[in-house]
Each structure stands twice: as structure tokens, then as C-alpha cells.
């Protein structure tokens, strides 16, 4: 074999094979890496190799359309045969040579990800990874390349046949999406797809089923090679060929059904396949199946979110994972909700009830308000379908609800989301028509109402107190009198003052935005996620502790401001700075009022002075503190066994920094002179080996 090796590596350097394909490899790789990674400044080196697997469709066949298409022609095939030496080490020989040479490039990219260092953060165990699935897949291609050499003794139809299959290889998944299989024809179609692996490794997973299937890609085409080297014909050629097929296939299969976790490791920085403790808390508690469906099309499958659900079948025996297509099956999502699901959605069906965790809940966006555009900020697979679990499994869910009829502001859609991926159940609440306060409520929020509640309402919400109940206020700002309101924070001890809220401390305020609140936040159980954190308050009003509160009453801050602080009491005013009449702070912004009623019960009255505490764009200036401390409280509140707090994956990239003269240097060195030396080495010497 030592000597096939040699002989053919030889013959591949001293012609200008192999240089062009060397040259013609890095040269577009390397301009896709001074594109995106240098110019661009991503750093994900994986996101270069998944751009230009397309170049290997192209120059795989210029490389192995001769390995043995030539043998052919010129008749050597049959000395080959009567050497000394065993077909499968003459086969083996001669792709070893090839794959030689595929790897000189290889070992030169991977000092690409080297070079990214030194302009900023790059995940090395996410770059390598991809650049091991390029290099099994660019591998896979080259026995491929070599089996099919053999059926012809033409290079050029060689070359061709080898583009035509490795194309239909790689487009197997999409052409079984667009001509809509379904069946056996679909599983055979992703089967056959040799590109489906390779993305596991660009996400920066692992993946050992991935290694095996590409290994098993190259023997068996090595395999088919031999066969049809062989002299024996007829049957027992073809009853190799159909076993070697079903061994490749068994294998894979066997692989496939195996727990992920035992065979898949993530290297991703963000962790996006792995789940944590709380998820493995859940799911080992288990008492009844539950099926995870992806409602995707056949070929459309998001590849992140099918291996986080892969990993959630491998934590229980009681998990189940399957693929609804819209398409086969359009009116199978509306048995289990009335939502209409966006595609790559997930339907959670437990024994009793069921949830839907919307793609669009899955991945978060980001609004840059400055160019008003989106961008990916997160991954929540995680957290919404544990808790999607929770829901499901949960034998009764904790309701809260929201007062209606006192123009009050509607919750956002994300922060709704947010209260229901804790398992909180919302509901909406008119005290004009209900005799009382429902006995399910475990809380009862007032959100920025500006219109006063009735004297009735105030009753009821009061004899709901009484009981142990809870509530929530974020107060906002309004010229109306509220005497009932008024009256209520009042007997809780809470003093509210007159006007708005602006800081004369620098440190506690946005620039140029005295009434853009920075406050200090206490230490408190209702603090604790945004103890490290910032929490923004706009147009707020001050509250103090009454002088005269009752010995029944403890009253805990929350949020404080600064001893410069000041209540601006003419608000027609256009002087920003403290005038006569302010009202001198410190005031507190978010406080806790309990009432002891008895020794087993306790009553609860959580207030924030404004209700911007809740809009999505003071929030997203804080990166989500505001709505962070809002959700603890709640948690706080409900305290049941399945609430569930996964905090969101960030995806968000921090970008290289890369001068221009840098950027120039290494685009000139890699895209120009690399290839370029390697054209001229291999010119030399094949002009060399000419002359002789």
C-alpha cells in the first residue's frame, strides 16, 4: 500500500493536479474569510466553511477523475490487479493520496482562526470543530470521486458524473422539499444528503453520529471500488454490493436511535444544545409521556431547534420527539390550539393539557430604535419548552389577574409571553361586574391606570387584602384625581408626591434626561436577579414610607434615588434644575407593603411609581433588567413548584475590529500569494519534470 501511496502523491505534485486544486481551494476560501471575518468582522470561521462547501462540487472531481479512469485507459488496471498487493490496499493507497493532498489546505486554514485573535474574541472550539466537518465531508466527496472514477475509462465523464452525484447528494434534502416526498422517499432523500451532517459541526456541535456517517460514506465507497475491481462477477458481486449498502445503512440507523447526549457534545460558546439543571430536575420527575411535535415542512427543520428537541428525548424515557408536516397534516396544530403557529413551531401535548411555543418565542429580536431594525438577540429553546413542559405536567396553574376599566395600559406581548413561560396564568379582571375579587387569583396587577377605581372596586380589592391576597400597582402619572387609589396605598402606609421624579445626581440618571431614572436597587428576595443589573424608570413619581404606619405594616424599598433627587411639582416648568416648591428627595420608586392579618396569613402590596417599568423600549435600554425584576416578583409572588426561570442564550456577536491596512495584508496573503505560490511551485516543477 506504502508504495500505491507514494506513487500516486508523487504523481498528484508533479503535475499540476493537485496544485490547482490546492490553490483553487484556499484562494475562495480565503476570500469568503477576508469577506466576512476580516472586512466584515464576524468571527464565526464556521459560517466561511458553510459558504463555500459548493467548492469542493467543483474541484473533488478534477482531483479523483483520474485515479483509476486512467488505470483504465491505458490498460495498467489489470497489472495493478496481478501485483503483489490486495485490491483494498491499492484502493486505499490511491485515496490516501488524494486525501493527502485535500488536507495541505486544510492544515493552512487552520491557522485562519489564529489569525482572528488578534483583533478580538473568537471561539476556538466552535472554529475547529467546523473546519473537522469540512475536512469528513470534503473527505466523504473524495472516495466518492474515486468509486465513481472507476465505472469509465473517460477523465472527462468521470468528472462529470462525479459533479452530477456529489451535486444531487448535497441537494438531496432541498429537491425532496421542493417535489414535496413524503414517506420512505423523503427519509431516503435526507438519508442520501451528505451536507444534512456537516451543519451540526458549523453550529458548533460534536457530533460522533456525524463522524460515523461520513466514515461509513468513505468505506463503503472504497468498498463499492473494490467490488468493481474484483474478477468475480454476477451474484456474488451484487450480493456484496447489497450488503455492504445495508451495512452502512444498519449501522447509521442503530447511531441514530442512540441518546444524543451520549454522542453529541456541544462547543458552542452560547450552549444552545445544552440544558441545564432545572430542565434535568423536570424531566426526571416525569410521570406521564409527553410528545414534543415539530411542525416543520419535510427538509425545513430548523437544525438548532431539532437537536435541543433530540436532546430532550435522550433525558427521559417518557419524552417523545416527532415531525408534523403543515403540509400532510394542515389541521393537525389546531386540535391542540387556536394559535396560528409560524413554521419550526413546537406543540408540547401532555395527558391533560397541551402548549404551544411559537418559533417567533424561540428566537428573540432586538430593536435598534436608533435605525429601527431587528436583529437576533437570543435563543429560548430551552426555557419556553421546559416550561411548556411544566405547564403541561402541572396538576393546576396559578391565575393572576389584571384590572380592567380605568384606562389602564395593556401589557406587551413579550412581557405576556414572559409572565406565561412561568407558568402564570393571565386573566383579565372588571370589578364592576364581579362580586369580588375571584378566589383562584394569586395576584391582581393595576397597570398604569389613569382613571380612578370606584369606591365599590376599592371594597373589593380590600377585602381581597384582608384574605392574604396580593397586588401589584405600576402607577401612572395622570392630572386626575384618585382619592380611592390614593386612599389605598395610604392605609398600606405609601405617600405619594406630588409631581414627577427628576435626579440631580449624574450617576443616576441618563445624560440629558434627568427624569430617566437610574435608582439604587436594595437587596431584597424581590431584587435578587437584577442585584448586578440596571433597572430604568421614566416620569416616575415619588413614594415615601407614611410616618404614621401601623404596627401591622412592614414596609420594605425596593428601588431608592439619590439625596439629589427632587419631585418637580409645576410641570409647565422649563427649567429642569430644583426650583422653590420641589419637593426634596430621596424617594423610593418600587417598594413592598405586607400586612400580617394573622399568624398564617399575610397580605401583599407591591408598588412601582411609574409604568414604564414595563415598556419594551425603556427595557430594552436597560438590556431587559426592567422586565428581569418584574418576573422575580412575580415569581416571587405565585412561589409554586413550576416556575420555571431559564434565562434566554444570548446570539448576539461581538464583532472584530479590523483595521483596513490589516484587513489588506492578509487579503493580499491569502486570497493572492498563497495560491499563487503554490500555482508557481507546482508550475516549476512540472515544467521541470517535463524538460527531463
Not at 495493478?80 to 491499492?90: F, G
Not at 381581597?464 to 395610604?490: A, H, I, R
Request: hydrophobic share 45%; aromatic share 10%; charged share 15%.
Amino acid at each position: 500500500m506504502c508504495a500505491i501511496y507514494k506513487k500516486e502523491l508523487r504523481a498528484y505534485l508533479t503535475s499540476m493536479t493537485g496544485y490547482i486544486f490546492m490553490a483553487v481551494l484556499l484562494a475562495v476560501t480565503s476570500l469568503y474569510y477576508v469577506a466576512n471575518c476580516l472586512v466584515g468582522g464576524y468571527p464565526a470561521f464556521g459560517a466561511v466553511l458553510s459558504s463555500v462547501y459548493f467548492v469542493l462540487l467543483i474541484i473533488v472531481p478534477v482531483l479523483t477523475m483520474r485515479s483509476m479512469a486512467e488505470e483504465k485507459r491505458q490498460k495498467t488496471d489489470q497489472l495493478l490487479m496481478t501485483a503483489p498487493v490486495s485490491l483494498w490496499k491499492i484502493v486505499l493507497g490511491k485515496y490516501l493520496a488524494m486525501v493527502t493532498i485535500f488536507l495541505i489546505p486544510m492544515a493552512i486554514l487552520c491557522l485562519y482562526p489564529l489569525i482572528l485573535l488578534q483583533f478580538g474574541s473568537v471561539s476556538l472550539p466552535m472554529a475547529y470543530t467546523a473546519i473537522l466537518g469540512y475536512t469528513l465531508f470534503g473527505a466523504a466527496c473524495l472516495g466518492i470521486g474515486l468509486f465513481l472514477s472507476a465505472l469509465t475509462e473517460s477523465q472527462v465523464i468521470a468528472a462529470v458524473l462525479t459533479f452530477g452525484v456529489l451535486f444531487f447528494l448535497n441537494m438531496a434534502s432541498g429537491i425532496a422539499n421542493v417535489i414535496g416526498a413524503s414517506g420512505v422517499l423523503a427519509s431516503v432523500l435526507n438519508a442520501l444528503c451528505i451536507y444534512q451532517p456537516f451543519i451540526n459541526f458549523v453550529q458548533g456541535m460534536f457530533d460522533l453520529t456525524g463522524v460515523l456517517y461520513y466514515v461509513t460514506v468513505i468505506i463503503l465507497s472504497l468498498f463499492l471500488t473494490v467490488q468493481l475491481m474484483q474478477k468475480k462477477h454476477g451474484t456474488y458481486r451484487a450480493s456484496m454490493v447489497v450488503f455492504g449498502c445495508v451495512a452502512a445503512v444498519l449501522v447509521n440507523l442503530i447511531a441514530g436511535k442512540l441518546p444524543s447526549q451520549y454522542l453529541k457534545y456541544d462547543a458552542s460558546d452560547q450552549k444552545l444544545f445544552t440544558t441545564g439543571d432545572q430542565t434535568a430536575e423536570i424531566v426526571k420527575g416525569l410521570d406521564e409521556d409527553i410528545t414534543l411535535y415539530l411542525i416543520a415542512q419535510q427538509g425545513s427543520e430548523d437544525a438548532t431547534l431539532q437537536e435541543l428537541l433530540d436532546r430532550y428525548a435522550g433525558l427521559s424515557s417518557h419524552i417523545k420527539v416527532e415531525t408534523k408536516d403543515p403540509v400532510l397534516y394542515p389541521n393537525f396544530a389546531s386540535r391542540y390550539t387556536s394559535e396560528n403557529l409560524s413554521e419550526n413551531s413546537v406543540l408540547v401535548v401532555g395527558q391533560n393539557r397541551s402548549k404551544a411555543v411559537d418559533y417567533y418565542d424561540i428566537y428573540q429580536y432586538s430593536m435598534d430604535y436608533s435605525t429601527y431594525s431587528s436583529s437576533l438577540s437570543s435563543f429560548d429553546g430551552e426555557g419556553q419548552i421546559t416550561s411548556a413542559i411544566a405547564y403541561v405536567t402541572a396538576e393546576d396553574m396559578p391565575v393572576v389577574y389584571t384590572l380592567t376599566g380605568h384606562d389602564e395600559a395593556e401589557l406587551s406581548t413579550t412581557v405576556t409571553s414572559s409572565i406565561e413561560k412561568e407558568n402564570i396564568e393571565l386573566k383579565s379582571l372588571s370589578l364592576l361586574t364581579e362580586e369580588a375579587v375571584p378566589e383562584d387569583a394569586k395576584a391582581v396587577i393595576i397597570y398604569g391606570a389613569i382613571s380612578d377605581i370606584s369606591a365599590d372596586e376599592k371594597n373589593k380589592l380590600e377585602t381581597y387584602l384582608e384574605q392574604g391576597g396580593q397586588l401589584v400597582m405600576l402607577t401612572g402619572y395622570t392630572d386626575k384625581e384618585t382619592p380611592n387609589l390614593d386612599s389605598l396605598l395610604s392605609d398600606y402606609g405609601i405617600a405619594l408626591a406630588e409631581g414627577l421624579v427628576l435626579e440631580g445626581d449624574s450617576q443616576h440618571h441618563l445624560p440629558n434626561y434627568p427624569y430617566y431614572l437610574l435608582p439604587t436597587i436594595q437587596s431584597s428576595t424581590y431584587t435578587s436577579d437584577v442585584s448586578s443589573r440596571n433597572v430604568l424608570l421614566a416620569f416616575a413619581q415619588g413614594m415615601t414610607e407614611s410616618p404614621d404606619i401601623s404596627d401591622d405594616l412592614t414596609y420594605e424599598s425596593l428601588l431608592t434615588t439619590s439625596a439629589l433627587s427632587y419631585s418637580k411639582t409645576n410641570l409647565e416648568s422649563e427649567n429642569l434644575d430644583q426650583e422653590e416648591g420641589d419637593i426634596a428627595g430621596p424617594f423610593d420608586l418600587g417598594a413592598v407593603v405586607t400586612k400580617t392579618i394573622d399568624e398564617d396569613t399575610e397580605a401583599k402590596l407591591i408598588v412601582f411609581s411609574s409604568e414604564t417599568l414595563l415598556d419594551e423600549q425603556v427595557d430594552n435600554m436597560v438590556s431587559g433588567g426592567n422586565s428581569t425584576m418584574f418576573l422575580n416578583v412575580m415569581s416571587q409572588l405565585v412561589d409554586h413548584e413550576n416556575t420555571v426561570s431559564i434565562e434566554p442564550k444570548s446570539m448576539s456577536t461581538e464583532y472584530l475590529t479590523v483595521s483596513a491596512g490589516s484587513a489588506i495584508f492578509w487579503g493580499i496573503l491569502t486570497i493572492i500569494l498563497l495560491p499563487l505560490f503554490l500555482l508557481i511551485t507546482g508550475g516549476v516543477i512540472w515544467f521541470g519534470r517535463r524538460k527531463r
